[in-house]
């Protein structure tokens, strides 16, 4: 296995993993708690229409991914808020946006030399050391804020009014979830692609959810799930020839069913209320 | 002279640009223990979001003469019988009312068990929150408000769901917190039996407020031409 880690490119996408790998089911936990699994994928898709901008005007798309999608998370948050509208309209309405967006922009642009792919279905293997740096740059800020605000991330995820109540500012702890789902989203565009974004968020913290009894086992199972599910993808990728992303996501896929076939369970529950 | 806890004047709030209600004054001493009722749609949980800060009045005015407050809503906003946390994680979340960053320090560990253990739930602590009854779980809520220790409990509906042998212990609960912790009670219920023995003030909310006072005069005043009316209208 070793062998792999000969090649710089192996040992970024490795690093660039490994952080997708954390990110994603910390921040991905709180929002599937609330009820919000669906934003991910709309806030990645909305950003498609950023990256097409940036391409155009020449602005590297990493930065307009993380714009696009501060902007299309705070979109979210305020029009589910203002509106009788439930969320996942919202966000089917957003997401639909982002892409015909992006759609129109690239057919207007046509002729550029645009590697649509790359952001559809990521491009974990063509990370360079630029990248890498980016995405720790961003990464670890965001792990440490989530490790300092754990707990009023938590009370907000719980019950927002009981938060508020008791003094927490609500509307800017959702509005630092929001900022830290659009990093989080952002680097993970570059392992997994828009398409793939969400699944990361989302079933790893599937599994811990299912294997868990209290919140910080979940975090930790979340954790641990989406890491092996990088590494593990991306040894099979490497072996068999075949785009990572979606071996990573298969193979999270796979322990999620694992996970709900009972396997994991901790002794004394695995009961449905 | 008597020392207020809470004080609202002229309280008008609207949802859709219709009243919901309309020109409320009344105040609260500290150490009382309010009982508000009133029917359906009636304005009572948008009155106690109101006077916990949840929502802001449209007119009038609402003074709170303390900042330690806690409040447990008609529905927990998570669907909390599948939430991933165990007991004691949820009443942890009420350290926080001192302070969003503040560490649970070990002082803070003894108040969340002498919460839990008030509560009777001492030995459950390490159970997940959907494996405890409704009764349970509502004493979690309760474990959770008192552990920073406030001075104005707010309770909406507690007691939705559960059993009568329950619901009287709760109330029990609720008066020893009153009455030996010194802590204010506002709480809404559909229930006035049940409350009327408790309470010091009771309240009846329709829109307006139609009574605030001792619950005797409560019963003389306001259910008997209440229930008369109902009759006559049949
Ligand atoms: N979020 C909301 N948006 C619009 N109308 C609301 C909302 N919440 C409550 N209402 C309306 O306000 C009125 C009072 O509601 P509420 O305070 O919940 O009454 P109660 O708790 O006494 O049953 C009802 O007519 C209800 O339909
Ligand atoms: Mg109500």
Redesign the pocket.
């Known amino acids: 296995m070793m062998d792999i880690l000969q090649y710089s490119f192996m040992r970024y996408a490795l690093i660039s993993g490994i952080f997708v790998g954390i990110l994603c089911p910390i921040i991905g936990v709180f929002l599937v708690l609330k009820n919000l699994s669906l934003i991910a994928d709309g806030m990645a898709h909305f950003s498609f229409g950023g990256i097409a901008l940036g391409i155009v005007l020449g602005i590297s798309p990493t930065y307009m991914i993380l714009l696009f999608s501060i902007l299309g998370g705070l979109l979210i948050n305020y029009v589910i808020r203002r509106t009788k509208l439930y969320g996942d309209t919202v966000i089917a309405i957003l997401l639909s946006t982002g892409l015909a967006i992006g759609i129109t922009i690239i057919s207007l642009a046509r002729g550029t030399n645009f590697n649509i792919n790359a952001y559809l279905f990521g491009s974990l293997l063509a990370i360079d050391e630029k990248e890498l740096m980016s995405i720790i740059l961003l990464g670890i800020p965001a792990i440490i804020l989530v490790i300092i605000f754990y707990r009023p991330l938590l009370y907000i995820t719980f019950d927002e009014d009981s938060a508020k109540a008791s003094g927490l500012p609500v509307e800017s702890i959702n509005i630092l979830l929001v900022i830290l789902s659009a990093v989080t989203i952002a680097i993970t565009i570059k392992v997994a692609g828009i398409l793939l974004t969400s699944a990361l968020i989302v079933i790893p913290v599937a599994t811990g959810i299912q294997i868990s009894n209290s919140f910080k086992k979940t975090l930790l199972s979340s954790v641990v799930t989406g890491i092996i599910s990088v590494i593990l993808g991306l040894i099979i990728s490497y072996y068999l020839n075949i785009a990572p992303g979606g071996a990573i996501v298969l193979v999270s896929v796979l322990i999620f069913l694992l996970s709900i076939s009972g396997l994991f369970d901790q002794k004394g529950y695995y009961s449905k209320t | 002279m008597s020392d207020k806890i809470l004080e609202v004047r002229g309280l008008y709030f609207t ?2 640009g ?1 009243n ?2 309309e020109d409320i004054t009344f105040s609260l001493d500290r150490g009382e223990f309010l009982g508000i009722i ?12 109101l006077i916990t800060g949840i929502l802001k009045p449209d007119r009038g005015e609402i003074k709170l003469y303390t900042d330690r407050i806690s409040y447990i809503p ?1 529905k927990i906003t998570s669907l909390s019988y599948n939430f991933p946390a165990t007991v004691e994680e949820i009443v942890s979340l009420g350290i926080l009312s001192k302070g969003m960053l503040k560490r649970i320090s070990r002082k803070d560990y003894n108040l969340i068990e002498q919460a839990l253990d008030k509560v009777g739930l001492l030995e459950l602590k390490n159970k997940r929150l959907g494996e405890l009854s409704g009764g349970q779980q509502q004493r979690v809520h309760i474990a959770r408000a008192i552990v920073s220790n406030p001075e104005l409990l707010v309770l ?2 507690p007691t939705t769901g559960i059993d009568i042998v329950n619901q009287t212990r709760f109330y029990e609960l609720l008066g020893h917190l009153n009455s030996e912790m010194g802590i204010t009670v506002i709480i ?1 219920s559909h229930d006035i039996s049940t409350i009327a023995g408790e309470v010091t003030t009771m309240a009846y ?1 329709d829109k307006k407020l139609h009574f605030i006072g001792k619950p005797k005069d409560f019963f003389r005043k306001i259910l008997w031409p209440v229930e008369l009316e109902d009759l006559l209208s049949r």
């Open positions: 949802y859709d219709e919901v209600l009133g029917p359906n749609g009636s304005g009572k949980s948008t009155l106690l979001k008609q909406d509906e809404v909310l």
